[in-house]
């Protein structure tokens, strides 16, 4: 999620223009993280599973969900025994990734733009910034009265000052989607998703321009749509705005280049030195050089070290937040004789990490190798995983996955007849892209709204995955 601060500090960048979504946080005129939505399995979606497996040696059962892999239920996440066969109501609480199926969890937590909501509890939780005792304490008892069977509330900052008619219409209707859910457990004959979730993206997006941040969107339907969300709540929308460039937004904000850097193995540091960066399924290795990098006027070999060191945690952690990198993290930092020197460099993580601390990182400290470890929480794939096949990389093939490639084919069109209408014609493409192209109805639409009409389709092998030609009829 985006760092914790005033929003309107904050510049979101929306790519809606391919069949996936791409969000760009900005922060002091710099890509702070880049997140890719594509659709799929969500983090909180809510299911009506069966259990296959009761494995008490990992105090845990399996559960077979729709659309997905079976996922892993911890069985200290729901109340009351399980057994085979047993239908129980399920939320992801973590997505699956490599081979991994999702993680759930039977304590459900619905989550809307206002607040969230929770069957059982009795806690009426209100946000801390609303520091007026009036507000607070109408706010206590409005949403006490609405949840009167036992159920829970956190109001979101966001939802604050909203209306009660407002508060009481995102309390029924999220309501309505636990009553659901009990409905379709008991008549349960085969798993089914009874709840879609907001994307992990949706969710960046809306709480950032409810709370007024500024929001540029490549793509008209995209941003009709959050203006619709706006105008519902009765927001401000000043702060939003499409994109109106002859080129596309990610390439005229310099988010594409930014993209490509994000995908290397190495990264240069101000002053010097670089840090290099390798992603494996076990563990994310991060090895920090001093090459190139020169001690200043009076310095010895000792501090420029240091100097780079610290250098490399601000761009370690930078890199971590950018790459979305979670699991086991290895650092090998310059050698650094002296407690003081390690305790500068980790104090640096923890500085960078700022909130992060308080749960998502668990710092393991120095070995005695002079190894840093630490783990990352995971929050989905990261961006090296989205963009290349499986395990593959940038620096292995130079060329981009299937799903990247075809998006990158969309994207280019869409930049290249940008206001250049061109009729009728016929698309060259790689075979696996034009049968790609042939299948989805997604890309046809796209297409088809780009084209002013679908243009017909030809393989061309001699065209890589992320190549087309346009030719005119």
Avoid at 115 to 128: A, E, L
Avoid at 429 to 435: D, F, S, Y
Wanted: hydrophobic share 45%; charged share 25%; proline share 3%.
């Amino acid at each position: 999620m985006p760092d914790q601060g005033d929003a309107r500090d904050r510049l979101l960048l929306i790519d809606a223009v391919a069949d996936e979504r791409r969000v760009a946080l900005i922060v002091n005129d710099r890509v702070r993280r880049i997140w890719l939505d594509r659709g799929g399995p969500r983090r909180f979606d809510i299911h009506i599973g069966r259990i296959s497996r009761v494995m008490p040696e990992m105090a845990a059962a399996m559960v077979v969900l729709d659309g997905c892999a079976d996922g892993l239920l911890p069985l200290d996440r729901i109340d009351g025994p399980l057994h085979e066969g047993q239908w129980v109501i399920v939320q992801v609480s973590r997505l699956g990734f490599d081979d991994k199926g999702p993680k759930l969890t039977g304590r459900i937590a619905i989550e809307g733009g206002g607040m969230i909501f929770r069957p059982g509890g009795k806690v009426i939780d209100i946000p801390r910034k609303v520091n007026d005792l009036a507000r607070r304490n109408h706010l206590a008892g409005f949403l006490k009265s609405l949840a009167q069977q036992g159920e829970s509330l956190t109001l979101r900052s966001t939802a604050a000052h909203w209306a009660d008619d407002v508060l009481k219409g995102e309390f029924s209707r999220l309501k309505s989607v636990w009553q659901q859910a009990v409905a379709a457990q008991k008549n349960a004959d085969r798993p089914c998703l009874v709840f879609r979730a907001l994307s992990d993206v949706d969710q960046v997006i809306e709480r950032h321009i409810m709370a007024g941040g500024p929001c540029i969107v490549d793509g008209m339907a995209e941003y009709i749509r959050l203006r619709g969300l706006l105008r519902a709540h009765g927001a401000d929308e000043t702060a939003l705005s499409v994109h109106k460039g002859n080129s596309l937004l990610f390439a005229h904000e310099g988010v594409e280049t930014a993209l490509d850097e994000a995908l290397q193995v190495r990264v240069e540091l101000p002053g010097g030195g670089w840090i290099a960066i390798e992603q494996t399924t076990a563990l994310c290795a991060i090895d920090v050089n001093a090459g190139g990098a020169q001690a200043l006027t009076g310095q010895n070999a000792d501090r420029r070290n240091l100097d780079v060191n610290l250098a490399a945690a601000f761009e370690i952690v930078h890199q971590m937040i950018l790459r979305n990198i979670g699991g086991l993290v290895v650092i090998d930092p310059i050698r650094m004789p002296g407690r003081a020197a390690r305790d500068a460099f980790e104090t640096a993580l923890r500085k960078g990490f700022g909130t992060e601390m308080d749960g998502a990182v668990q710092i393991g400290g120095f070995t005695r190798l002079g190894l840093y470890e630490l783990t990352r929480q995971r929050s989905g794939s990261d961006l090296a995983s989205m963009m290349f096949d499986k395990g593959e990389s940038w620096s292995q093939t130079g060329l981009l996955g299937r799903e990247a490639a075809k998006n990158a084919v969309l994207r280019a069109i869409a930049g290249a007849l940008r206001h250049q209408p061109v009729g009728q014609c016929r698309l060259h493409l790689h075979p696996v892209m034009a049968q790609m192209f042939d299948e989805q109805e997604n890309c046809q639409r796209i297409l088809t709204g780009l084209f002013g009409g679908l243009p017909q389709r030809v393989a061309d092998a001699t065209l890589r995955l992320d190549q087309y030609v346009i030719e005119r009829a």
